[in-house]
């Protein structure tokens, strides 16, 4: 049996070959959410594959969207990166991954190579700084989306940014912990230098500040030289910062980490050290990724909309077209929501005045 044919496709779908190439060609808005779907399913049901060499030379471009975030060692990036994917497939979008590790000449090579095989979407999700080493290809049309890294004043006119409030996520960790009546937080965390986690930083800060706390330089731990990010090691972050942290007696009551998989690495510290997380040391995380809620204890921590913040991205690749080069990009920020699970619980002298 021969390659199926577009026509085959949208007798199949009992739509026109125009609707068919409607939704390969990222136009599904002209058509009823039912109709995309059946054309979804006959394409997937006849194996048809479209020409794309013969599409890039009509086109300049390939249905592909370029992904790009620090390293999927991380779960949450894979989840991330699943739900982008289920999205872009919905419009006919394929979805090629690379792992950058917040390199920018890594970074940079990545997206000049997409830029070279006709992908000309990208979603970038390391939150660095500066998108300085991005600036030419932007200014060649490269139609960029930031992901979990607001809008900075020095960046491209074109870029849209769509990100959750950080700030807000690391204080509504840090409030937890003090309306459960802890005085003495550390904040745990690889480097500070991308945007997002120097944002969930100062939310750490601001919730102390509130409360009337000092916030002294020492009152968090932001790793060693040979993991400035920790992307790919951060529950060894965490499971190291416990070890330096909590080897002695006057050691602080709760801990706010920079993301789940660190949050877990000092869970599995505090165990090492003999002590009970959610009683002896409570522990917030960051992401509400798969495992967090696997975890014994639980893990509390602050959810990101991942599969809305995907949607939204998507979206926003698909309609650059539309709005054309000139127009200014935007910036979208989300609300997060803490999940309170069983990790974080009143400090133990408390706990123990209380029964």
Not at 20 to 39: D, I, Q, Y
Not at 213 to 233: A, C, K, M, S, Y
Not at 247 to 254: A, C, E, K, Q
Request: charged residues 25%.
């Amino acid at each position: 049996m021969g390659q199926a044919t577009i026509q085959q496709v949208a007798e199949a779908a009992g739509v026109s070959p125009s609707t068919v190439s409607n939704l390969l060609n990222g136009r599904a808005e002209r058509m009823l959410p039912e109709t995309r779907e059946r054309v979804s399913a006959a394409i997937t049901r006849l194996g048809y594959r479209p020409n794309r060499a013969a599409r890039q030379l009509r086109t300049g471009r390939t249905r592909t969207i370029g992904l790009i975030v620090p390293s999927v060692g991380n779960p949450f990036w894979g989840a991330f990166a699943r739900e982008l994917e289920a999205s872009a497939l919905a419009h006919g979008f394929n979805v090629l991954l690379c792992n950058s590790e917040r390199n920018p000449e890594r970074e940079r090579d990545y997206v000049e190579e997409l830029w070279d095989d006709g992908i000309r979407g990208m979603v970038l999700c390391t939150s660095l700084p500066s998108l300085d080493h991005l600036a030419p290809i932007v200014e060649r049309g490269l139609e960029l989306v930031t992901f979990d890294r607001p809008a900075q004043a020095d960046d491209p006119g074109s870029v849209v940014s769509i990100s959750i409030d950080n700030v807000m996520g690391a204080h509504l960790a840090t409030q937890h912990l003090l309306d459960l009546g802890h005085t003495d937080l550390t904040f745990v965390s690889g480097s500070l230098g991308s945007v997002n986690r120097a944002a969930r930083f100062r939310g750490f800060c601001a919730a102390l500040e509130g409360a009337g706390l000092q916030v002294p330089d020492t009152q968090g731990w932001t790793g060693q030289d040979d993991v400035p990010f920790g992307d790919v090691e951060a529950a060894e972050v965490g499971r190291r910062a416990a070890h330096e942290i909590f080897d002695r007696p006057d050691h602080p009551t709760g801990v706010v980490a920079i993301n789940d998989m660190t949050a877990l690495g000092v869970c599995r510290g505090l165990r090492d050290l003999g002590l009970t997380v959610g009683v002896d040391v409570s522990v917030v995380g960051f992401d509400d990724i798969i495992l967090a809620d696997l975890y014994d204890p639980p893990l509390t921590t602050v959810r990101q909309p991942i599969a809305q913040m995907a949607r939204l991205a998507v979206e926003e690749i698909l309609s650059h077209g539309t709005r054309g080069q000139t127009e200014p990009g935007r910036s979208v920020l989300l609300r997060p929501e803490l999940v309170v699970r069983e990790s974080s619980g009143p400090p133990a002298q408390r706990r123990a005045a209380d029964s």
